[in-house]
């Protein structure tokens, strides 16, 4: 099969600066935190170089520099100190307060374990049906029209819309990384420890992602592919394919 560009649509919202479509509430509050994000970033930016400029120009034109000593040596230590952790506060708040949104525990649906491997993925839903799956990238040669080179897997994972889905995410050997940022999940799967994210797919449709943790020579081979259905198509396929 001849060898074909990556869709230009999904290469393109894994640029830095863009965002796939947000499907998800987590990927939502995502979507609305980077919109302030830089506004922080300048916020915070434009004070500190100004700050520093007019320190060096002082200090380059003023002829008596001098040395404090005792109680202000003291206090100027403090607020070297005091004030990048307030700025560091600042900046993190939204960060923390998305991280404890996605990991916590809620009353999921259904239940998908996630297993990382050396280069390909085990996924098991045991809450309908007992289904258990490997999923490999497929090769060029096996691709259909429209599917995306290196992107493409030869078993999705199915999954229902408007359900509330809790993934446990761990490794079976080194430590993977399961990612897909139009759903905002991104959590390492380690071996040993169960990495558990909450997510309710809004929209019908197919969301791509990759293994983002260096994990050996084909760390770069491991898609993830997650569809989104209505419940009873995700019924049909485990019923048809398990």
């Not at 649509?9 to 499907?23: D, E, P, R």
Request: charged share 15%.
């Amino acid at each position: 099969m001849e060898h074909r560009a990556p869709n230009s649509k999904v290469m393109c919202s894994m640029l830095f600066m863009g965002l796939f479509s947000t499907t998800t509430p987590s990927s939502n509050r995502i979507s609305a935190r980077l919109s302030t994000f830089w506004f922080k970033v300048w916020a915070l930016l434009i004070p500190v170089v100004v700050s520093v400029l007019g320190l060096v120009g002082f200090l380059l034109t003023n002829q008596n520099i001098f040395f404090i000593t005792g109680m202000e040596y003291v206090l100027a230590e403090s607020l070297m100190i005091v004030i990048p952790l307030i700025l560091l506060s600042f900046m993190i708040k939204d960060s923390l307060t998305l991280l404890y949104a996605t990991s916590m525990s809620v009353q999921a649906d259904l239940m998908v374990k996630v297993v990382g491997s050396q280069w390909y993925w085990n996924y098991e839903i045991s809450d309908i049906e007992e289904v258990a799956f490997t999923s490999y990238m497929k090769s060029c040669d096996d691709l259909m029209v429209g599917e995306v080179r290196f992107l493409e897997v030869d078993n999705r994972l199915v999954l229902p819309v408007m359900m509330k889905v809790q993934l446990n995410i761990t490794s079976s050997d080194v430590i993977h990384s399961f990612a897909l940022p139009s759903l905002g999940v991104k959590a390492d799967a380690t071996a040993g420890i169960l990495n558990v994210v909450s997510m309710t797919i809004n929209k019908i449709g197919t969301h791509y992602g990759q293994c983002s943790e260096i994990c050996g020579m084909n760390h770069s081979y491991m898609p993830i592919v997650v569809e989104g259905s209505v419940f009873i198509s995700f019924y049909y396929w485990i019923v048809s394919h398990f």
